[in-house]
């Protein structure tokens, strides 16, 4: 292997890796706020490129008809309580059961997103994607949340093989690949780096500083950290933990989603891709601890890296590898401490 | 009589099968100082949780501010302005003082007051030390500095009713004076306080009206004057108080 070679790999590297890091920070973050090990992380990376591939073939995705399910579920659920409640709070309500899954409906079936730009097509993917977290907590997740992480963990298996399911449905059993944000490359030395390459480094890194930047500055960001730190502090200050996990979630779908648009454009994504990926990122977020934000993306970049360079020496077992890697890390931390406490 | 601003009557909390909070009653009035007394593990804490409604209530009757909750929840509490200083403080370790502070008034800002600041303000003034310390992590400060914090965190909120959980525990007599202090000030200001002690002396000292916890159930109540003075109670708290003291 030579040097230029080398590059290439690490470039590839790094552009998963910067995907798989966001998958972490995101499972570390409903991990601390919900107790939730959240296995369908992946799918909505795959129901992001997927839905984001109906619209360019000129389908209508099926995460739409999802959305609106759940939407009418939770109408059906939390409908009654929220009329008795009344005021702004109802109005609230209705803005997110009703108003928007009906401005989604709108713009799927009547704005013919076949035909507009592809950004726009991605924004209105993501915007498809992203209620489903808070959605699936709510309906999934909530009515059990004072349960056990074992408990918890088999939910989130169920929940993720549903899923799953549902994609094959709602996609079919073939892959998509969309195009490319940027055509464009240069060449740096000997090195070639895609349009598409910075692309995802760069929004990971948005979206990154994004998510820092509201965790350490915003009133309801703090109130998220408080939630993870000392559930009974926060429930004290009036800080929901209902309310603390949708946004947990929510913010597990939009990276999700963003992830998926973000690279299907270098990966054919299949309906059931989700949870490889999902898995990398997963093998980061142990790395941290499910606890440290910044060691699970710096574990993620290497299992990104690890992949890299395993598929050129040995393609065959690149997953093996990268799956390997969890089992000295894994011992290493059990013996190191017990970080990943079951609270009472 | 004026009006009640807390009123329990007839409570009972249970962990499981076991009760551990046997038909209590009591009353605290808007600007009065009431305290709980009795040993370790007579339902003190329980006692408080359920009120806030940390713990369900197995049987009785919550009344706060004119409301009547046969089910009480903690977040409509909070918002009423019911706060409670836990026994085991639940602080944020990992976050600034500061921080702490301001998601003291989290529910405030939920509710639409944009007066932290000067809340903030007013709580420096009452503790000088968590204005020094204000950009420290939380788990860095002293036992003495962390009640102060988690009383002050309280204060953000601005309630109505304050409850404090054994306040003075592993603390150094000079400080539990200086918070009792604050206390009476707060008093007379207005705010309601259900303070539950151990140090029964300082407690009723303070206090306008007792109650005495046994093992789940109220064994005397009296203004706090009369009860310091109680054969019963001195025996069984106040001559224990001195002999051996809980600062
Ligand atoms: N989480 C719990 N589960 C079961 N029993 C408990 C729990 N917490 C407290 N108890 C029991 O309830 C009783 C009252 O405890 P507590 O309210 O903490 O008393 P105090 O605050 O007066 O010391 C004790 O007998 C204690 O053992
Ligand atoms: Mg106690």
């Given at each position: 292997m030579d040097l230029q070679i080398a590059l290439l790999l690490a470039q590839d590297g790094v552009v998963s890796g910067a995907i798989y890091a966001l998958l972490a920070l995101a499972l570390v973050l409903v991990f601390a706020v919900t107790?939730?090990?959240?296995?369908?992380?992946g799918e909505f990376v795959a129901y992001g490129a997927l839905t984001l591939a109906s619209f360019q073939m000129g389908k209508i995705p099926g995460t739409l008809w999802l959305l609106l399910a759940l939407a009418f579920v939770i109408l059906l659920v939390d409908g009654p309580a929220a009329w008795r409640q009344g005021g702004r709070g109802f109005l609230l309500f209705l803005a997110q059961v009703v108003l928007y899954p009906a401005l989604m409906a709108a713009a799927v079936l009547l704005g013919q997103p076949h035909a507009w730009p592809l950004w726009a097509q991605s924004l209105l993917a993501l915007a498809l994607v992203a209620p489903l977290g808070p959605q699936l907590y709510r309906l999934v997740f909530q009515p059990v949340a004072e349960a056990s992480v074992l408990m918890l963990l088999i939910v989130a298996v169920a929940l993720h093989l549903a899923l799953v399911g549902l994609g094959l449905v709602f996609f079919g059993a073939e892959g998509s690949r969309t195009p490319p944000f940027s055509e464009a490359s240069w060449e740096v030395g000997s090195l070639v780096v895609s349009g598409q390459s910075l692309w995802v480094l760069g929004a990971s890194a948005g979206l990154i500083v994004a998510l820092y930047l509201f965790f350490e500055k915003t009133l309801y960001g703090k109130a998220l950290r408080a939630t993870a730190m000392n559930r009974i502090g926060a429930r004290l200050m009036g800080i929901s933990t209902t309310f603390a996990g949708k946004i947990a979630f929510l913010f597990a779908a939009v990276i999700g989603g963003a992830s998926g648009i973000l690279i299907a454009p270098i990966t054919t994504i299949y309906y059931d891709t989700g949870f490889l990926i999902g898995l990398k990122g997963f093998v980061g977020a142990i790395v941290g601890g499910l606890a440290s934000y910044p060691v699970a993306a710096a574990g993620a970049l290497l299992v990104g890296l690890l992949e890299s360079f395993s598929s050129f020496w040995a393609s065959a077992y690149k997953e093996v590898l990268v799956f390997t890697l969890i089992i000295p890390v894994l011992l290493w931390r059990s013996w190191q401490s017990h970080q990943v406490e079951e609270e009472e | 009589m004026s009006e009640a601003l807390l009123e329990v009557s007839d409570l009972s909390v249970a962990y499981g099968q076991i009760?551990?909070?046997?038909h209590v009653s009591l009353r605290v009035l808007p600007g009065q100082i009431v305290t709980v007394i009795g040993p370790n593990g007579a339902g003190k804490t329980t006692l408080l949780s359920a009120i806030i409604g940390l713990l369900p209530c197995k049987g009785g009757m919550v009344r706060y501010a004119g409301e009547a909750y046969a089910r009480v929840t903690l977040e409509k509490m909070v918002a009423a302005g019911m706060v409670l200083v836990p026994e085991k403080r639940?602080?944020?370790?990992?976050?600034s003082v500061l921080d702490n502070l301001l998601l003291g008034a989290f529910m405030r800002r939920r509710l639409g007051f944009r007066d932290e600041r000067q809340t903030l303000a007013t709580v420096f003034a009452l503790f000088p030390r968590l204005k020094e310390r204000a950009?420290?992590?939380?788990?860095?400060?002293?036992g003495g500095e962390r009640q102060m914090l988690a009383i002050g965190r309280a204060l953000m909120a601005r309630p109505r009713l304050l409850m404090l959980d054994e306040p003075s525990l592993g603390l150094a007599p000079l400080i539990v004076r200086e918070i009792f202090r604050i206390l009476a000030d707060l008093a007379a200001e207005g705010v309601a306080i259900l303070l539950v002690e151990q140090n029964a002396r300082a407690a009723l000292q303070l206090a306008d009206y007792g109650y005495v916890l046994e093992t789940g159930e109220i064994a005397l109540s009296g203004r706090a004057d009369e009860l310091s003075e109680d054969a019963r109670v001195a025996e069984s708290y106040l001559g224990q108080a001195a002999g051996c003291p809980v600062a």
């Open positions: 107790r939730v090990v959240f296995i369908p992380q | 009760e551990a909070v046997h639940e602080l944020f370790a990992e976050m950009q420290q992590r939380a788990g860095t400060l002293s």
